[in-house]
Structures are given as structure tokens and as C-alpha cells.
């Protein structure tokens, strides 16, 4: 795979998941990717939900993307999830293994005591 297809894909898949994250925040009263403020009167830079006026929390992804390649077949990048398997037949074929990494963050704020549905 070339790199900006490995860089379009990756983002594309990001988008997609962010996009069902802030469906599904969205009715439990969560907020993915709020508009944000900067606390003026904090040192720290604290991050405000300028709609809540809650603090907002950054969630950091670090991924494992893994592309392999095999004599037996032709593989694609993905991301997978490592699984094991018992009694699994053994075969022998030449594997060519590439692992990279993505870093991103996503900001989010979470619903004040007061509005959450589960008192």
C-alpha cells in the first residue's frame, strides 16, 4: 500500500469511527469533538465545553496498524485484532510483516451529575 492511501484509509476509518462515537455520545448525553474553549482564568489551559461550560477530557489513541503480506495470499492494511487459536493447523509460508503506528486524539465532554439519566 502506498502512503497516501495508507494515509487516506487511516483518516477515513478515524472519521467513520468518530462519527458513530458522537451518534452514540450524543443520546447518553455526551459530547465527541465539543466546541471548545480555553479557561482563561486557569493557569493549567483547562479545556471548557463551551456549550456545557463542563471540563473537557482528551482521549489519546495509540494504534498498531499492521500490513502483511503472504505467499499464500495477498493481504491488505487493517487494523487487527491479535487473537489465538487453539489447535490451530500449522502451514508454512513466507510472511512479510509491516506494523506502524497511528497517534490522534479525540476531545469529549462528559454530561454534568445534574443532566445525567442515572441518578
Do not use: H, Y
Amino acid at each position: 500500500m502506498q502512503l497516501d492511501q495508507f494515509i487516506s484509509e487511516s483518516l477515513n476509518q478515524i472519521f467513520r469511527g468518530i462519527s458513530n462515537a458522537k451518534k452514540e455520545a450524543k443520546e447518553l448525553g455526551f459530547q465527541v469533538n465539543p466546541w471548545i474553549v480555553v479557561g482563561r482564568s486557569d493557569p493549567s489551559g483547562l479545556l471548557i465545553d463551551r456549550e456545557t461550560k463542563t471540563p473537557v477530557q482528551i482521549v489519546e489513541f495509540d494504534v498498531a496498524v499492521t500490513t502483511a503480506e503472504s505467499d499464500q495470499s495477498k493481504g491488505g492494511a487493517g487494523i487487527f485484532i491479535a487473537s489465538l487459536a487453539i489447535g490451530a493447523q500449522r502451514q508454512a509460508s513466507e510472511t512479510n510483516m509491516v506494523v506502524s503506528r497511528i497517534k490522534f486524539s479525540v476531545p469529549i465532554s462528559l454530561p454534568r451529575a445534574s443532566d445525567s439519566t442515572d441518578n
